[in-house]
């Protein structure tokens, strides 16, 4: 297994990496300077060409994680060979205000400061994300809200163990795409997601009062999936009894026969949610955007039709990747905000 962890510059990937005791260890600008002693002094092609040649030699190597950058102010640094190195890519989110400072008061990175912050990380995360896509490897986004800092990264060394013995949202995805296979030979695959797609309400909100900040980073990677799991086992979830929800109505008259539901809500209400509707699910630690994007992905390649309905980020990749996607909106007519800023461009309101 190989892991790469990026991050801005004063990102404090040093002090993830400090804390990582059961894989082996690698600074990425140590391993630059030690494979060309010259390297500051070369051009930015060469200093590109002596990246891709590290990435090529550390193939050689497993069980390691190393910290990188995606990019360097308006040079980017990240190379398709560095991607194709990793098994595993995670990001690590900051506060901007807090960048900021820590890179104003850094003499060696001063020259950043006139970089916008928030601009770049986003950068940094839709092109890390899009070339996981692309090449079927997980991708994270490790945060922290509300304060996007981290004086403790206990859970963040605890996920990083989960992923080394095998957390993975791609691995997840190709065991759901087996049993759907296993399942249905219908050529037309409607994929589902379940509240407020679904469901008018929050299943987990009104049934035990769940709420979080989970996602108040937009997200939606497995690292926060795996978090709202933490946070569900604090809740005492009574006995289902009734239907604890409503239904969207205009989504459920439009699927058709061969339909699953992808949620990321709480197991044991989406089990009598199911067994109600009589349409088959899977939720669990790894139902995350990635999840569902790469599960919608994985029916294509074997010759499926994808039909998917969703509301929100959670959901943006799969309806995107669809063959047709259903963005389904709120009562009043109006989209998530999470999806606020996202090319909607091909996609059907409902």
Known sequence: MRIGLYGMPTAGKNFIMEQVYFLDTYYGSNLLRQFDPNFECRSELERKENRKALAKKMLEKSNFIIDGHYAFGDEIAFTEEDGQLFDIILYLYIDPQILARRIANSEKIQKYIVYDRETWQILEINALRSFCHRNNKDFYVIDNPPDNYFDDISYVIRFIKDIWNGYSCVTFARECVKVIL?????????????????????????????TTNLYDGNFYTGYQAWKQNIEFNQYSVPDIDVLPVHFNNKVLSQIGTVAYILTSGHKKIWHFI?????????????????????????????????????????????????????????????VSRSLKNQDLEGLTLV
């Open 274 to 334: 199911s067994d109600y509707l009589q349409i088959p699910y899977f939720c669990g630690v790894q139902m995350s955007a990635e999840a569902k994007f790469f599960i919608t992905k994985f029916l294509q390649e074997a010759g499926k039709t994808v039909i998917a309905y969703g509301d929100g980020m959670n959901d943006y990749f799969m309806m995107k990747q669809a063959n047709t996607g259903y963005l389904v909106t709120k009562q009043d007519g109006t």
């Open 182 to 210: 296993e399942s249905s030979f219908s050529s037309d695959i409607y994929l589902l997601d379940g509240d407020k797609t679904i469901t008018v309400e929050d299943s987990s909100n009104r049934l035990f009062g769940y």
